[in-house]
Antibody
Framework: QITLKESGPTLVKPTQTLTLTCTFSGFSLSTTGVGVGWIRQPPGKALEWLAVIYWDDDKRYSPSLRYRFNINKDTSKNLVIFTMTNMDPMDTGTYYC??????????????????WGLGTMVTVSS | QSALTQPRSVSGSPGQSLTISCIGTNSDVGGYNYVSWYQQYPGKAPKLMIYDVNKRPSGVPDRFSGSKSGDTASLTISGLQAEDEADYYCCSYAGSYSWVFGGGTELTVL
């Protein structure tokens, strides 16, 4: 069974850095074609893709916010750490991590975020 | 990289069929057959319903189907049921191992 779980602070102050951890089980982040991504959702609004890290340590970020993000993995501990600098009240929302698979080198995969964590609510307020 | 365009809301009666559109560009929806759809109930995490434009994960009812024409992807739900009332999001691969989501569609079963 594949599971992911987000953890981190529920409240951060403006200008602070947010650090979230995604702890997962049931798959390996060293498997070709596999990645873990972060997606956020402001209250009452749409999902927004933020970042992803792949099995080969390739890291990709949303172009509009890329300079605020960093993502790293610890394959041996099955976790992904996501940081977001200079937090603003507009960054308030639920942050999800999710497994993503991509077809690579002829290995067919689902090319989608197939398993999601429950999400963690982050409020940015002074 | 702009969000994919979805209708804000759609509605239908039980038993009917309805379609949700997802409009992108040739840099995302039109450029790759990597469109996925997610169902989200209030306060819950999204659930994958369709991947690779028209494939269903195990356990997803065959009432849900996906298609694509040019820069527009579509999710069709046939035989609408009360339990289908939820928010639906499309997502597309956008090249260079990046992704983009749609603005979401609220589906109401009348």
């Amino acid at each position: 069974q594949i599971t992911l779980k987000e953890s981190g602070p529920t409240l951060v102050k403006p200008t602070q850095t947010l650090t979230l951890t995604c702890t997962f089980s049931g798959f390996s982040l060293s498997t070709t074609g596999v990645g873990v991504g972060w997606i956020r959702q402001p209250p009452g609004k749409a999902l927004e893709w933020l970042a992803v890290i792949y099995w080969d340590d390739d890291k990709r970020y949303s172009p509009s916010l890329r300079y605020r993000f960093n993502i790293n993995k610890d394959t041996s501990k099955n976790l992904v750490i996501f940081t977001m600098t200079n937090m603003d009240p507009m960054d308030t929302g639920t942050y999800y991590c999710a497994r993503v698979e991509i077809t690579y080198a002829g290995i067919l995969r689902q090319d989608a975020f197939d398993v999601w964590g429950l999400g963690t609510m982050v409020t940015v307020s002074s | 990289q702009s969000a994919l365009t979805q209708p804000r809301s759609v509605s239908g009666s039980p038993g009917q069929s309805l379609t949700i559109s997802c409009i992108g560009t040739n840099s995302d929806v039109g450029g790759y057959n990597y469109v996925s759809w997610y169902q989200q109930y209030p306060g819950k995490a999204p659930k994958l319903m369709i991947y690779d434009v028209n494939k269903r994960p195990s356990g997803v009812p065959d009432r849900f189907s996906g298609s694509k024409s040019g820069d527009t992807a579509s999710l069709t739900i046939s035989g609408l049921q009360a339990e289908d009332e939820a928010d639906y999001y499309c997502c597309s691969y956008a090249g260079s191992y990046s992704w983009v989501f749609g603005g979401g569609t609220e589906l109401t079963v009348l």
